[in-house]
């Protein structure tokens, strides 16, 4: 079983040093590590020339969401059968990956029905990061897809976020890569619930630790928020309005579309204390788009795709 590292970084050179040093002390380690550097300008590219694992440095910055897609592509070419993800300010513990390969191990007849396993994400004050929490899957429609969770008592997830996961590639032979047009936020629950969607489970593995070295641990709220950036929420609420679209259907995204238009600036109008009209701004503009918004899913060749047409044209030499 091959297992491969990928992280993603932008122009955060000394967390992603903590990042490699704490994969290189991990005590199960991966068969590899890969870097994928999302075009940064500090001094993260001269840093990965000098250092023994395989890095790639993009032409331009494609958000976190293209640069994911671009890590398990890269991954999947290396020929994985398993990819640990993460961005560059994940800093698991020294047994993190140990954990999920033992989880592994424990399902291993099962195996093949698991799309993703999920490390559990603590902030650095060691309580659960509010970004990265995750929640038991009890939908009984959704759990009636995956054969897995009639079979044995795990923690079956509704989705996973790209710090500290471990994907199949079998999930993404059968799922695609995920949507680069996002380019931030919520690319990674539309895509573990696309792989739960297609029958492979998501499990959480609480003694897989790894730390999120964000500045802040809150959850993102356009009614309170002050720390993250409001043209993230561009996207994000954009994105969350598509995933509803994709995962829910055309009622559910509807009904959400009409609560963002004509209820939802009035809740921020009654709980923020400023900058009211930049975030209803913000919900109209991006609520606007989500009509429009079509991105396309990139699958990728099965492993044996090009061995199979090696094969054939061999076959018709002969």
């Avoid at 970004?131 to 997830?157: C, G, Q, W």
């Avoid at 999930?171 to 297609?198: H, M, Q």
Wanted: glycine share 4%; aromatic share 12%; with cysteine.
């Amino acid at each position: 079983m091959k297992v491969i590292a990928v992280v993603l970084t932008y122009n955060r050179s000394s967390l992603l040093k903590k990042c490699i040093d704490s994969i290189n002390k991990q005590t199960y380690q991966p068969d590899l590590t890969i870097v994928i550097d999302n075009a940064s300008t500090d001094e993260t590219k001269d840093w990965l020339q000098n250092q023994p694992i395989l890095s790639y440095h993009l032409d331009q910055n494609v958000g976190a969401s293209g640069g994911f897609s671009e890590c398990l592509k890269r991954g999947y070419e290396q020929g994985a059968d398993w990819i640990w993800l993460m961005d560059d300010d994940t800093i698991p513990k020294p047994n993190a990956l140990e954990q999920l390969m033992l989880q592994l191990l424990e399902i291993s007849p099962f195996q093949e029905e698991v799309g993703f396993l999920s490390s559990s994400v603590l902030w650095t004050d060691g309580n659960l990061h509010a970004m990265n929490l995750t929640y038991h899957l009890e939908d009984r429609k959704k759990l009636e897809k995956l054969s897995f969770a009639s079979h044995i008592d795990f923690p079956v997830i509704q989705f996973s976020t790209f710090v500290s996961i471990l994907i199949s590639a079998k999930a993404i032979e059968k799922v695609g890569l995920p949507l680069k047009e996002y380019f931030i936020w919520n690319d990674d629950i539309e895509y573990t619930k696309r792989i739960i969607s297609n029958g492979l489970a998501g499990i959480a593995v609480k003694d897989s630790i790894a730390i999120h070295e964000t500045p802040f641990n809150h959850f993102a709220s356009v009614f309170t928020d002050m720390e993250v950036p409001s043209w993230k929420y561009a996207y994000g609420l954009r994105n969350e309005l598509f995933t509803k679209r994709l995962q829910e259907g055309e009622l559910i995204f509807w009904m959400t579309w009409i609560h963002r238009m004509f209820i939802l600036p009035f809740r921020i109008i009654l709980n923020r204390t400023n900058h009211r009209w930049l975030y209803t701004k913000l919900v109209w503009v991006s609520s606007l788009k989500a009509l429009f918004f079509n991105p396309k899913i990139e699958m990728l060749l099965p492993k044996n795709a090009n061995e199979k047409f090696f094969n054939q044209n061999l076959h018709q030499l002969n």
